[in-house]
T-cell receptor, first 118, second 110 residues
Framework: GAVVSQHPSRVICKSGTSVKIECRSL??????MFWYRQFPKQSLMLMAT?????????EQGVEKDKFLINHASLTLSTLTVTSAHPEDSSFYIC??????????????FGDGTRLSIL | EDQVTQSPEALRLQEGESSSLNCSYT??????LFWYRQDPGKGPEFLFT???AGEEKEKERLKATLTKKESFLHITAPKPEDSATYLCAVLGPGAQKLVFGQGTRLTINP
């Protein structure tokens, strides 16, 4: 149980392109999903908290106009990197928490999206 | 501010050589401490949750323990397939955001 699917797993595109990443909870409903960024050999850095039916909460230093988050249903959140540039190249990972299991339950992670901007 | 420090940064062991990874934390009102395993190019895989000092959890060759200041992940007789980065994270009183440590990169040589 508690499977989170992230798609696509890898994206290579030209500078200036907008890229959308999907995060789905497959066997549970998630009121809250989280988006992280991870640089090589570093830990996860929280970018934003995605709340179903409301605006996302962004961490300090994360540009909300650059990283658009939509959480339109209890099983799907999307992250769109707008007008991507080479410095946006990174490993993006989403996670979700089962809304029926309490706030102190673990987050379950997708397998990440490797984004490469040429 | 909640903080998590993991040590060592990297650890190399021979197959069968038991050891422990450390996670020291500072949080006002711990709601949970989580251990994850991350393989290269993959997302973190959930291992354990610990909620209160004295609690222990076990899974195969792994055992996690918790005190009021730190958690240990004990690895008994490890195998090469246990090689991965092990991440520790805490959930504070807001019960919303996880705070991660920097991870320990574990390599088990055959």
């Amino acid at each position: 149980g508690a499977v989170v699917s992230q798609h696509p797993s890898r994206v290579i595109c030209k500078s200036g392109t907008s890229v959308k990443i999907e995060c789905r909870s497959l066997d549970f409903q998630a009121t809250t999903m989280f988006w992280y960024r991870q640089f090589p050999k570093q830990s996860l850095m929280l970018m934003a908290t995605s709340n179903e039916g409301s605006k996302a909460t962004y961490e300090q230093g994360v540009e909300k106009d650059k990283f658009l988050i939509n959480h339109a249903s209890l099983t799907l959140s999307t992250l769109t990197v707008t007008s991507a540039h080479p410095e946006d190249s990174s490993f993006y990972i989403c996670s979700a928490r089962d809304r029926d299991r309490g706030l102190s339950q673990p987050q379950h992670f997708g397998d990440g999206t490797r984004l490469s901007i040429l | 501010e909640d903080q998590v420090t993991q040590s060592p940064e990297a650890l190399r062991l021979q197959e069968g050589e038991s050891s422990s990874l450390n996670c020291s934390y500072t949080v006002s009102g711990l709601r949970g401490l989580f251990w994850y395993r991350q393989d290269p190019g993959k997302g973190p895989e959930f291992l354990f949750t610990l909620y209160s000092a004295g609690e222990e959890k076990e899974k195969e060759r792994l055992k996690a323990t918790l005190t009021k200041k730190e958690s240990f992940l004990h690895i008994t007789a490890p195998k090469p397939e246990d090689s991965a980065t092990y991440l520790c994270a805490v959930l504070g009183p807001g019960a919303q955001k996880l705070v991660f440590g920097q991870g320990t990169r574990l390599t088990i040589n055959p």
